[in-house]
């Protein structure tokens, strides 16, 4: 395990922890301080606070099967309540820096799939059945043993994998890569900009936020990239107030040149009263007799692989990006991580706020120098607060937080070169995991992909003796995952 270097000139002293609370959570042991941890729980928050606004917004925006909504002001409350309790809980038990909130993708698929089938109280039931599950698998060891029977070479592809996605995910944030229009009938997905130049405001604070990070990080600056977001925000406020450039959508019109998500203003309101009406709000079984036992089995299914594979790749990408990993490619207290994500998935159903799952936004924490748990009770906390302080957290916008996951992906490409490259049985999986993740935008995708293709390869190559048991079983699940739509059309 590395030790970071050391900060004022005296390196921590592995051997002898400073006190209790740096011997229970190895602020020491890890090579790390209480300063590199706090500012690591700081740039942890600001990467990801966005889920606080984003969350509501898409669960807030779809109806049940009943054609009911759920209050935006409630779904907020909850999702910071959650996150932050969480957040601190993997922080006490996981003691690794991997923070965790409502997980995007599995939001949407409970939002708009699930929730239309039944009502909401039913569909959050079945998000605290998945998360049960899950931990049911990690206290039997099943997913810890399907975690570790992962090539090491395959769980350093993940880690890369996931960086490219980071970064593809802030580039797309901050609207410095977009979506070709379909009604320009060109076989181009995506341009730089808007019409292929950096016609606004709020793409030249993401770029200068982006090269002073980059400087910082350059000349060694400690906090380089929790200056470049706090840094880029100040610039926002001073454009928006100086500009009055307005969102990226204005009464339902879109307008391009608009701030992504969050508009840069000093809020009028610092402190709000939480609404906490939505927690305990689910119901485990209705949905069995409503949407058809089958219906239900493949949503199941489909949240249980989604937060399965995605926290066992964030894991392995934060530890990866920390130095933080055995030599089996394992992160300390395995087990105990994987059981808290679990927690999470169930605690997001109780509360209505779908599935919490590990953040691998949390890497730009372990790479401001967070290495234990401390760095969680710092992001915790400030979830905790932005229950009361919710107008604060609408301050930072896309354009500003999203440099932290650019330069956080580069961060995690480095690890790229430790891929035997020449041998083609590892090379051919470990590519296709990197590049399906950012192109399919999605963890599990990339991570399916390449364990099938590692098991085929294998299988022609007569090396069937190679692979860990457990992998075929996985490599079948996943077959299944992928065939999920042509399954569902023959059998509902």
């Known amino acids: ?14 051997a002898h922890p400073r006190n209790g609370f740096d011997r229970y959570f190895e602020i020491s042991a890890r090579g790390s301080t209480m300063s590199r941890e706090v500012r690591g729980g700081l740039a942890t928050f600001f990467t990801m606070a966005y889920i606080v606004v984003l969350n509501p917004l898409i669960i807030g925006g779809a109806v049940d099967g009943d054609g009911k909504k759920l209050s935006i002001a409630a779904l907020a409350a909850a999702t910071a309540l959650v996150a932050g309790l969480m957040t601190i809980l993997m922080g006490v038990v996981g003691r690794f820096p991997l923070a965790l909130a409502a997980g995007l993708g599995v939001n949407a698929l409970v939002a708009y799939e699930i929730a239309p089938e039944m ?13 049960l599950i899950i931990a049911v698998l990690v206290l039997t060891g099943l997913r810890t043993a399907v975690f570790r029977s992962v090539p090491t070479q395959m769980k350093t592809a993940i880690g890369v994998g996931i960086g490219l996605f980071l970064t593809i995910i802030g580039l797309v944030d901050a609207g410095f890569v977009r979506r070709v229009p379909d009604v320009q009938n060109t076989t181009v997905p995506v341009s730089l900009g808007i019409g292929g130049s950096l016609a606004s405001w709020p793409l030249l604070v993401f770029v200068v ?10 000349r060694r600056v400690k906090g380089a990239i929790l200056i470049g977001i706090l840094g880029s925000t100040v610039v926002a406020i001073i454009v928006e107030a100086v500009a009055n450039i307005g969102p990226s959508f204005v009464d339902g019109k879109p307008n391009p040149k608009g701030w992504a998500l969050n508009v840069p203003e000093l809020p009028k309101t ?13 119901n485990l079984f209705d949905s069995w007799g409503r949407a058809g036992w089958v219906v239900v089995l493949m949503f199941v299914f489909t949240l249980l692989i989604t937060d399965f594979f995605d926290t066992m790749g964030t894991m392995v990408a934060v530890g990866q990006e920390g130095s933080m990993l055995d030599e089996r490619g394992t992160p300390p207290r395995a087990k105990e991580i994987l059981l808290v994500d679990s927690i999470a998935a169930a605690a997001g159903g109780a509360a209505s706020t779908s599935s919490n799952t590990s953040y691998i936004e949390s890497a730009a924490g372990v790479a401001e120098g967070a290495r234990t748990g401390v760095a969680n009770l710092v992001t915790g906390g400030l979830f905790l607060l932005a229950m009361f302080l919710a107008p604060l957290v609408v301050v930072v916008p896309f354009e500003a937080a999203s440099t932290a996951l650019v330069v956080v992906g580069f961060l995690m490409m480095t690890a790229v070169r430790t891929i035997d490259w020449s ?53 079948a699940l996943f077959v299944l995952y992928f065939l999920r739509g042509p399954i569902e059309s023959v059998v509902l």
Do not use: C, Q
């Not at 395990?1 to 592995?14: K, L, Q």
């Not at 936020?209 to 350059?218: C, D, E, N, Q, S």
């Not at 090379?427 to 599990?444: D, G, H």
């Open 119 to 131: 009502t909401w109280a039913d569909a959050m039931g079945l998000v605290v059945i998945e998360g």
């Open 1 to 14: 395990m590395a030790v970071a270097p050391p900060e004022n000139g005296t390196p921590p002293d592995p």
């Open 270 to 282: 610092w402190v709000d009263v939480p609404d906490l009406s939505l927690l305990g709000n689910f």
């Open 209 to 218: 936020g982006l090269l002073l990070t980059i400087v910082l990080m350059v």
């Open 423 to 475: 041998d083609y049985e590892i090379a051919i999986p470990a590519f296709l995991t990197i590049v399906l993740m950012p192109f399919t935008y999605s963890i599990s995708n990339g991570i399916g992909a390449g364990l099938i293709t590692y098991v085929v390869v294998k299988l022609v190559k007569g090396k069937a003796r190679e692979i860990h048991p457990l992998l075929y079983g996985v490599a």
